[in-house]
């Protein structure tokens, strides 16, 4: 079969496979088990995350063969590639969790690397874990090829006593454990019982809430890549998403033309209206950087301003990934968004289709209780807020959509890293009222920006603390981080923000109807306590870390690092 008979999809690997002169490679090629006719084919790369230190990525060699299947049955030759994954459930609460965002650039770094070496006539990006899904879809952004980022899946829900359990469930029965509420027989109950399998974190995390994202975003199919990984169909829907990806080649239908500015607001609707991942807000700037398109963080609340909560699922609500699924996914949502006037309907998906044409073709479950109509919405008002003020002059983000509080006012309770704030609540010294600032763990100061799960939880697991403490850093937010908590406070500490002003007694004030967070002192008191300021030695003195540190911008513009 010559390119010709594959219409325009073979196009940029001519200069790799074809003509005389290109003998060498084909040689080299051939002794893996390419064969002639394989190689006048297009050429399709497979951008795969697969990793067996975790469940998300776990499963995604499977995963991969469907793909390779698709890409062959519809006429191209298939050639994978591995990159990093780090399991952020894993290396919560450790100095390990500073690699993840951190891992971010280097999946995107690494899929751009192979692809313009390989000169890939379309790109299929396999991703499972929480920084695996923007990396991959920041490189196609940027490399522009044909292309698709399909979601490995959710995993199943646990089960125990009657109740769906995920890992934040865990996590929170720490706390309860610390507090003398949860016995070590509890706590091995929950811990055994809430992962059952592959699949990434079930509720609408981080994992979960980019997928769905994306979906909106235009650049993964809608609902093949919503799949859950323990569904017979997953691998199905794989091999679908191979096929797509010939047709995306042959009609040369690129990133550039799905992920627009309207289409990156469908996704910031998405978002608010599910009450997803505050990990959004980073993830869709540094996705909009890549594509040059202007999005500030003040976007974010403008349209969740508007947009109402549809969707009941945890952490602040009752169901997991797999049940969003099953009541009708994306597409129901995508319907009740399109009825109410709150998103771009006319932008184009992976599929091929509108987003207006995937609405078209949504089946809801009967009886379903997880996608509401924006006639009956959970709250009027979508789940992501962005606060401004003293203490965040570039800004900060809150979600809203797991607690009802909208003010507070406390004394400040200071830690300069991760370990002694979680250490302070395990030990009983946080009080009622306090206000926990986290400082020092910003994309510079930690570096890498750690999420903050194993002490949001563990407050979140005290009841005499959960809806009386509330939380700001410089650091990031699990997307099953619930209560009243502040993260990506910007300017950070490591670069001479007001956070490095704050002293423990500091008098905080949350204020959400008006996007405030301020610490009571006057401009001229937080300069003053500055000018003493020295900043830290660094963590590391070599190797990525240090490559990090030197380049990483502000969490208020993604944490890019170009």
């Known amino acids: 079969m010559s390119s010709e008979q594959n219409g325009s999809a073979k196009k940029n690997s001519v200069a790799l496979t074809e003509g005389p002169n290109r003998a060498p490679a084909r ?13 006048r084919k297009p050429i399709i790369g497979i951008a795969n995350t697969w990793t067996e230190i975790g469940p998300c990525n776990f499963h995604l060699r499977q995963i991969a063969e469907a793909v390779k299947q698709g890409i062959r049955e519809a ?31 280097v999946i995107a770094d690494s899929i751009e690397l192979v692809t313009r070496g390989n000169l890939f006539d ?29 979601y490995g899946g959710s995993i199943a829900p646990g089960h125990l006593n009657g109740k769906d359990l995920t890992v934040q469930d865990v996590f929170e029965a720490v706390g309860s454990h610390a507090a003398g509420k949860l016995d070590d027989a509890g706590l091995e109950a929950v811990e055994a019982n809430a992962c059952p399998g592959a699949g990434a974190c079930g509720g609408q995390f981080t994992a979960n809430t980019m997928a769905m994202a994306c979906e909106f975003m235009g650049i993964s199919p809608m609902s093949i890549s919503g799949v ?24 040369d239908l690129r990133p550039s033309q799905l992920i627009t500015k309207e289409s990156l607001e469908n996704a910031i609707a998405s978002v608010a209206a599910s009450g997803g991942s505050t990990n959004a807000v980073l993830h869709f700037l540094a996705i909009a950087h890549e594509r040059g398109i202007a999005l500030s963080i003040d976007d974010f609340d403008r349209i969740s301003e508007k947009t109402p909560l549809l969707c009941d699922m945890k952490p602040g609500g009752k169901y997991v990934a797999a049940d969003y699924q099953k009541a009708g996914g994306s597409r129901l949502l995508a319907k009740r968004l399109i009825e109410g006037g ?18 078209a073709l949504a089946v809801e479950e009967p009886g379903q209780k997880v996608i509401f109509p924006a006639t009956n919405a959970l709250k009027p008002t979508g789940g992501l807020v962005i606060l401004k003020g003293n203490l965040a002059p570039e800004g900060c983000v809150i ?85 009243l908590m502040a993260g990506h406070v910007s300017p950070e500490a490591a670069v001479r923000g007001p956070i490095a002003a704050v002293r423990n007694g500091d ?38 870390f240090k490559k990090y540190v030197d380049t990483v911008s502000s969490a208020a513009r993604g944490a890019v690092t170009n």
């Open 27 to 39: 040689a080299m090629l051939r002794a893996i088990g390419f064969t002639r006719d394989d190689l």
């Open 75 to 105: 006429g191209g030759t298939p050639m994978e590639f591995n990159t990093v994954t780090i399991s952020d459930g894993i290396t919560m609460g450790t100095e390990g969790m500073k690699a993840s965002l951190v891992s971010r650039e």
């Open 122 to 150: 379309g790109l299929v990006c396999i991703a499972g874990c929480d920084k695996n899904l923007p990396g991959t879809v920041m490189a196609l952004a940027r490399l522009d090829v044909p292309g698709l980022m399909l």
């Open 228 to 251: 859950p990984a323990f569904l017979p169909e997953k691998l199905a829907s794989a091999k679908e998403a191979g096929k797509l990806v010939l047709e995306l080649a042959k009609r």
């Open 342 to 359: 709150y998103i771009h309907s006319d932008c184009l998906n992976a599929s091929g289709r509108t987003l207006a044409e995937e609405a």
């Open 399 to 483: 979600k809203v959509a797991g607690h009802s509080r909208l003010t507070h006012r406390g004394p400040a309770r200071v830690f300069d890293r991760e370990q002694d704030a979680f250490a302070a609540v395990e030990n009983g010294s946080i009080q009622p009222d306090d206000v926990m600032v986290i400082r020092y763990e910003g994309p510079k100061g930690g570096p890498g920006m750690r999420e903050m799960l194993g002490v949001t939880a563990a407050i979140a697991g005290i009841p005499a603390l959960s809806e009386t403490v509330a939380l700001l850093t410089d650091g990031r937010f699990s997307g099953a981080t619930r209560g």
């Open 507 to 544: 008098m905080i004030h949350f204020d959400i109807p008006n996007r405030r967070l301020d610490v009571e002192l006057t401009d001229a008191q937080i300069e003053e306590r500055l000018k003493d300021w020295k900043e830290p030695a660094p963590h590391f003195s070599r190797g990525v």
